[in-house]
């Protein structure tokens, strides 16, 4: 039989499962660990009030240990010299650190944060310490387009820290096999596992025949604040939709997600493009697509958009970022190709051929329940835990 272990659990956001990425995940993770029963404490940073309310609505007490905490307002020259030592280590409250040193001081087997700057609170807890690492903004090449003297600095003093915390921990968690190279590489001391985002898949409806549409749609959901979904669809803007337009001349671009007019508002004038922007809910976007469209020039870690439409039966065309930490097979699951006229091709062949749309919703559906389900994804952070300990 398991021992029920004591973890103490840093997330960042928090754990809604209509959030976003991290989100979603974190929302899966706790509510595994507790059916375990293990004895989790959290310890969950908002940004704002509302937040709050709908973290004690989704993990009420005493069934769940959760402790939410705002963002503090960064004031004064102090606060900047302290992002500079420590980048993004502004999140976490004072209430927040010391209650969690409150409770590391007491019997605990596992400290546990998510994504790379809860390392901050970890390093003098190191040795039973476990850090998820989701993203890396060095793979992602956030800062890159932007040569401002302050993203110059942004860009070294990120890069400084990722190196710093990554050289920090002797145990490691990544998403997919590509991080793990990489972080191997920069520690090669460090104990590093992989696992993949787990999804409740009960919040994703798949219907068994999916609607096709007279016009049919090609289509773009992400955040487009973040570098890999805008370089996404400036690609698809300038590079993949005229030629797909060309060769299917009924079909319709619909691009979805936050900042998305904002972001992309040169690109408002192409023929037949609708952005819809900050949406309450982005699922009826994706039963509307026939395919979607998402392939990044950039991008670490796997995304949550292309899982939400394998989840959902929207037809994927990606590339190898796009399906990263999942093992997804070109012509299958979804179209897979890195150069452009690959990717244009399989969008057109989609698009003309209901069924084999639906042979790859199908395929892709079941490859997300057997890699991805909250079963398969928490049974390993928990062997982890075990071998950890």
């Not at 191997?184 to 068994?208: E, K, M, R, W």
């Not at 049919?216 to 890999?228: E, K, M, Y």
């Not at 337009?245 to 040169?266: F, M, T, Y």
């Amino acid at each position: 039989m398991k021992k029920s272990l004591r973890i103490l659990l840093l997330i960042p956001v928090p754990p809604l499962p209509f959030g976003g990425a991290a989100s979603r995940w974190f929302y899966v993770l706790i509510r595994g660990l507790v059916a375990r029963h293990h004895n989790v404490t959290v310890f969950v940073v908002c940004n704002q009030l509302e937040e709050i309310d709908k973290v004690y609505h989704f993990f009420p007490k005493p069934e769940y240990d959760l402790r939410c905490y705002l963002i503090p307002k960064r004031i004064g020259i102090i606060s900047k010299i302290e992002t500079l030592q420590r980048p993004y280590s502004y999140i976490f409250s004072h209430e927040l650190k010391k209650d969690l040193a409150g409770e590391i001081v007491k019997s605990y087997d596992i400290l546990h944060c998510e994504i790379i700057w809860s390392g901050w609170l970890a390093l003098e807890h190191r040795e039973r310490a476990i850090v998820n690492i989701h993203y890396l903004f060095s793979l992602d090449r956030t800062f890159e387009d932007n040569k401002s003297l302050e993203t110059r600095f942004r860009n070294f003093f990120t890069h400084r820290a990722e190196q710093k915390l990554l050289k920090a921990f002797p145990k490691i968690i990544t998403l997919s096999e590509r991080l793990s190279k990489h972080i191997q590489t920069i520690n090669p001391q460090a104990q590093i596992y992989t696992v993949p985002l787990g999804i409740d898949f009960s919040l994703y409806p798949f219907a068994q025949q999916k609607q096709v549409n007279s016009q049919p749609i090609v289509g773009l959901i992400g955040s487009f604040n973040w570098t890999p979904s805008y370089t996404a669809a400036e690609r698809l803007l300038t590079r993949l939709w005229p030629q797909i337009k060309r060769r299917v001349p009924n079909a319709k671009l619909q691009i979805v997600g936050r900042s998305a007019k904002d972001a992309l508002a040169e690109f408002t004038d192409i023929e037949d493009l609708e952005i819809y922007q900050d949406v309450p809910d982005t699922l009826p976007y994706f039963a509307n697509m026939d395919v979607m469209l998402y392939a990044p020039i950039s991008g670490s870690g796997m995304k949550v958009k292309v899982m939400e439409a394998f989840a959902l039966g929207t037809p994927v065309v990606t590339n190898t970022d796009g399906v990263e930490g999942m093992p997804a097979v070109d012509g299958i699951h979804a179209g897979i190709c890195e150069d452009d006229q690959g990717l244009i091709d399989r969008t057109v062949k989609l698009l003309n051929n209901p069924n084999i749309r639906q042979e790859r919703r199908v395929k892709a559906r079941e490859l997300l329940e057997i890699y991805c389900s909250p079963q398969v994804t928490v049974d390993q952070i928990e062997r982890i835990y075990q071998k950890s300990r």
